[in-house]
T-cell receptor, first 116, second 114 residues
Framework: EAGVAQSPRYKIIEKRQSVAFWCNPISGHATLYWYQQILGQGPKLLIQFQNNGVVDDSQLPKDRFSAERLKGVDSTLKIQPAKLEDSAVYLC??????????????FGAGTRLSVL | DQQVKQNSPSLSVQEGRISILNCDYTNSMFDYFLWYKKYPAEGPTFLISISSIKDKNEDGRFTVFLNKSAKHLSLHIVPSQPGDSAVYFCAATYSGAGSYQLTFGKGTKLSVIP
């Protein structure tokens, strides 16, 4: 079974530029998550989708971050314009469904973003 | 406000000995807890979980203990192996959240010395 695919693996941009990350979840997984992991911290949820609808985006800085999952499968996360503090690893995860207490999320390898 | 705390950034253990990783939480609504393991340049992978109705869950060399009154859980690895060297994240969630959002600790880096 293929895992969660993310691209690119690395990205270096200058502040005020824009950047986009792509995620393809495990086939059949209805729920998709984007996390931000700053160096030395645990992953922090940015946004959660159930199929193509947003379940929780309370921690997404909406003035500069946006995400979509138009067909309920793959997803893109965009930052525009980027700030220095956006330097982090952006992790995508997926799970079968949100209505499970055993909420096992499967993570991709992440995209490491460096903003200079 | 950190709701899930892993106060030890790192831990070194000899191969074959027991590794004990600790985690504390402050939100009394949390009712499900998970441990994830992360190797460099990879995403976290699920290791073991425990519901608040239990105080122990075991899976091979890995055992998680939950002390609800102390709001504390621990992960025991016996015996420790060099391949266990990784960063371990404690995570928590609660049923009433609807979204079952996970709150992660900062992680503990385990080094198992051959």
């Amino acid at each position: 079974e293929a895992g969660v695919a993310q691209s690119p693996r690395y990205k270096i941009i200058e502040k005020r530029q824009s950047v986009a990350f792509w995620c393809n979840p495990i086939s059949g997984h209805a729920t998709l998550y984007w996390y931000q992991q700053i160096l030395g911290q645990g992953p922090k949820l940015l946004i959660q989708f159930q199929n193509n609808g947003v379940v929780d985006d309370s921690q997404l800085p909406k003035d500069r971050f946006s995400a979509e999952r138009l067909k309920g499968v793959d997803s893109t996360l965009k930052i525009q314009p980027a700030k220095l503090e956006d330097s982090a690893v952006y992790l995508c995860a997926s799970s079968l469904g949100q209505a499970l207490a055993k909420n096992i999320q499967y993570f991709g390898a992440g995209t490491r973003l460096s903003v200079l | 406000d950190q709701q899930v705390k892993q106060n030890s950034p790192s831990l070194s253990v000899q191969e074959g000995r027991i590794s004990i990783l600790n985690c504390d939480y402050t939100n009394s609504m949390f009712d499900y807890f998970l441990w994830y393991k992360k190797y460099p340049a990879e995403g976290p992978t699920f290791l073991i979980s425990i519901s608040s109705i239990k105080d122990k869950n075991e899976d091979g060399r890995f055992t998680v203990f939950l002390n609800k009154s102390a709001k504390h859980l621990s992960l025991h690895i016996v015996p420790s192996q060099p391949g266990d060297s990784a960063v371990y994240f404690c995570a928590a969630t609660y049923s009433g959240a609807g979204s079952y959002q996970l709150t992660f600790g900062k992680g503990t880096k385990l080094s198992v010395i051959p």
